[in-house]
């Protein structure tokens, strides 16, 4: 069953600790990214990666790192430099390019500070 | 750059009565354009999406969309909305020239009353 996971669902970080966001899907997909949600603000792009190890920055990327080592797997961390972590984290996947670039989304991981 | 406008926070509708979610874009050239809709702490899914030929476009759910290129419009509809239907709506744009990373909306959260 093809998909994208994420990884665990709600995360709870306490002041000063980085914690890390797994992402794996089976689509064959070239390009991951890492979208930050807040209510009213709808979605940020963090990160995203058209090819194995490499990957860029998107609008919102300081106090996050990315590695991008397998196809499959994308995770995020976020480090005590991030100052306002507390959000709601969204994986997706899609085709680089073409017509088939509709991206698929994981259920997210919620982050809350502690 | 690339933007993609949501005017409404929120559009409320009854039940059976006809629904539209609007998207207006800015980007130049012939962007790819979609829908996603996210129900409570999910990831979001994919709705419809327009590449290029026929400016009314179906998708899931009985959803459709109108691509109309001298407005720079791409609005959502339903002939007949369920309460199943209340959900938070996202519209994205992909240039389809140079960069191929969706920038989404803010989201329309959509609710149809019994």
């Known amino acids: 069953d093809g998909g994208i996971t994420q990884s665990p669902k709600y995360l709870f970080r306490k002041e000063g600790q980085n914690v890390t966001l797994s992402c794996e899907q089976n689509l064959n997909h070239d390009a991951m990214y890492w979208y930050r949600q807040d209510p009213g603000q709808g979605l940020r792009l963090i990160y995203y990666?058209?090819?194995?190890?490499?990957?860029q920055k998107g609008d919102i990327a300081e106090g996050y790192s990315v590695s991008r080592e397998k196809k499959e797997s994308f995770p995020l961390t976020v480090t005590s430099a991030q100052k306002n972590p507390t959000a709601f984290y969204l994986c997706a996947s899609s085709i680089w390019q073409g017509m088939n670039t509709e991206a698929f989304f994981g259920q997210g991981t919620r982050l809350t500070v502690v | 750059a690339q933007s993609v406008a949501q005017p409404e926070d929120q559009v409320n509708v009854a039940e059976g009565n006809p629904l539209t979610v609007k998207c207006t874009y800015s980007?130049?050239?012939?962007?790819?354009l979609f829908w996603y809709v996210q129900y409570p702490n999910r990831g979001l899914q994919f709705l419809l999406k327009?590449?290029?030929?026929?400016?009314l476009v179906k998708g899931s759910y009985g959803f459709e969309a109108e691509f109309n290129k001298s407005q720079t419009s791409f609005h959502l509809k339903k002939p007949s909305a369920l309460v199943s239907d209340s959900a938070l709506y996202f519209c994205?744009?992909?240039?389809?020239?140079?960069?191929?990373?969706?920038?989404f909306g803010r989201g329309t959260s959509l609710i149809v009353h019994p």
């Open positions: 980007v130049s050239g012939n962007p790819y």
């Open positions: 327009y590449i290029t030929g026929d400016n």
């Open positions: 990666s058209q090819i194995v190890n490499d990957f």
């Open positions: 994205a744009v992909i240039p389809n020239r140079g960069s191929y990373i969706p920038t």
